[in-house]
């Protein structure tokens, strides 16, 4: 199966998509994918329907038109990053969870979690911009504000103080 690479920008910055089938390699930046080898995948192929079609998801997500994607994330078969992005997927839309309660679930430390989801390839399906610190919003790959909205997307950050 070949892997479909599409980019495009959104009110994130420019996002890039790698696919195979319906799973989602990689939902990032195109830095992150210019130095981010794909599993099993010698040479991506530009363009195609479905890098596309996921793009176009998440463009209908950021305008709040869209809850759930048609998409589903590549995760790691074991391991602790597996353990923290399955718990992260756990989530739901429009609610958060702390990196200490994460942890607790996990049977990590909150620094380990953080660490982690900053090496999350697949932004926003898996939504580690919904796991927070407990008196911050925390870190995020693209930024504290680019999480912010996010959380202000789906109405998540009404639980904080808007200063944060």
Known sequence: MSVEVACAQTSLGKLCAAVREREVLLLHTEDFLARTPLPG???????GDLAASLLEELQEYLRGERRVFSY?????????????????????????STYGQLARRTG??????????????VLVLIP???????????????????????????????????TL
């Open 41 to 47: 995948i010698a040479e991506p192929a530009a363009g």
């Open 72 to 96: 589903r994330p590549r995760l790691p078969e074991e391991g602790v990053s597996s353990r923290v992005f399955r718990e992260v997927l756990r989530i739901p839309y429009g609610e958060t």
């Open 108 to 121: 990590l430390v909150p620094r380990a979690v953080g660490q982690i989801l900053g090496r999350n390839p």
């Open 128 to 162: 580690c911009h919904r796991v927070v610190g407990s008196r911050s919003l925390g870190g995020y790959a693209l930024g504290a504000e680019r999480k912010r909205l996010l959380l202000m997307i789906e109405g998540a950050l009404t639980r904080f103080n808007r």
